[in-house]
């Protein structure tokens, strides 16, 4: 980093020095020289590389010392008698179904929440609702079945919205990509982003066809 500011100065200094040549340099059709971009862009790449590494081994560093405390409390709990490892096993099963409910409820309000619409053309936008309502059956094939498991309670609140979830994937959302889609091409907004869309619409790509859909509709507002 230090280095990457030295050369950030040189070049400074540099134009600064050949301010005062530019018009013979144009005069002779002499291109400013770039003596610092390609460092940069060098070094940024290890930068890059440096912070990749050290977020991969302080995951493998934390890993590590979750699964030693982990073996600790077990071989701690071996010393204890029955009751209390029985205490200790339904303590954690009651705080992963609270965890799984709490997380279920939350995706069943994320399901039914009003998509958030563009100001202007008071259209969806639509990427996001796809991952949303995608995430939500992805937990489809875990709670198909009523069960005793420690996910039931989480599962019973979700149960009930995943046929209208994939219907509303398969059906409803690529309805409203199309209807935003010609809504904005009468509008006069979203240039090819809209004949990328509707090309990967055709194609089956829903969520490919929502993120241009939504980049050609927040286009239309200015953000």
Same mark, same amino acid.
């Given at each position: 980093?230090?280095?990457?500011a030295?050369?950030?100065?040189?070049e400074?200094?540099?134009?600064?020095?050949?301010?005062?040549?530019?018009?013979f340099?144009?005069?002779?059709? =002499?291109?400013?020289p770039?003596?610092?971009?390609?460092?940069?862009?060098?070094?940024?790449?290890? $930068?890059?590389y440096?912070?990749?590494?050290?977020? @991969?081994?302080?995951?493998?560093?934390m890993s590590?010392l979750?699964?030693?405390?982990? @073996?600790?409390?077990?071989?701690?709990?071996?010393? /204890?008698?029955?009751?209390? @490892?029985?205490?200790?096993? /339904?303590?954690?099963?009651?705080?992963?179904?609270a965890t799984f409910?709490e997380?279920?409820?939350?995706?069943?309000?994320?399901? /039914?929440?009003?998509?958030?619409?563009?100001g202007?053309?008071?259209?969806?936008y639509?990427?996001?609702?796809?991952?949303?309502?995608t995430?939500?059956?992805q937990?489809?094939?875990l709670?198909? $079945?009523?069960?005793?498991?420690w996910?039931?309670?989480?599962?019973?609140?979700? @149960?009930p919205?995943?046929?209208?979830? %994939? =219907?509303?994937?398969?059906?409803?959302l690529?309805?409203l990509?199309?209807?935003? $889609?010609? =809504?904005m091409?009468?509008?006069?907004?979203?240039?090819? $982003?809209?004949d990328?869309?509707? %090309?990967?619409l055709?194609?089956?790509?829903?969520?490919?066809?929502?993120?241009?859909?939504?980049a050609?509709l927040?286009?239309?507002e200015?953000?």
């Amino acid at each position: 980093m230090k280095l990457s500011a030295k050369i950030t100065q040189f070049e400074i200094t540099s134009q600064e020095a050949l301010a005062p040549h530019a018009d013979f340099m144009t005069t002779h059709g =002499t291109a400013n020289p770039d003596m610092a971009s390609s460092a940069q862009r060098s070094i940024h790449a290890m $930068l890059g590389y440096v912070d990749r590494r050290i977020a @991969r081994s302080d995951r493998a560093a934390m890993s590590l010392l979750f699964g030693i405390t982990m @073996r600790r409390q077990a071989l701690s709990l071996l010393d /204890e008698s029955q009751d209390v @490892r029985a205490q200790v096993a /339904e303590a954690k099963i009651a705080k992963a179904e609270a965890t799984f409910q709490e997380s279920a409820e939350a995706q069943v309000l994320a399901f /039914e929440k009003v998509t958030p619409q563009n100001g202007n053309l008071s259209l969806p936008y639509l990427a996001k609702r796809y991952d949303d309502v995608t995430a939500f059956l992805q937990m489809r094939p875990l709670c198909e $079945l009523p069960s005793s498991s420690w996910r039931e309670a989480g599962c019973a609140a979700m @149960r009930p919205h995943f046929k209208a979830a %994939a =219907t509303y994937r398969a059906t409803t959302l690529p309805g409203l990509v199309q209807t935003g $889609l010609s =809504t904005m091409k009468a509008q006069g907004v979203g240039g090819a $982003l809209l004949d990328a869309a509707a %090309a990967k619409l055709a194609a089956g790509d829903v969520k490919g066809a929502a993120v241009l859909h939504d980049a050609a509709l927040r286009g239309a507002e200015g953000t």
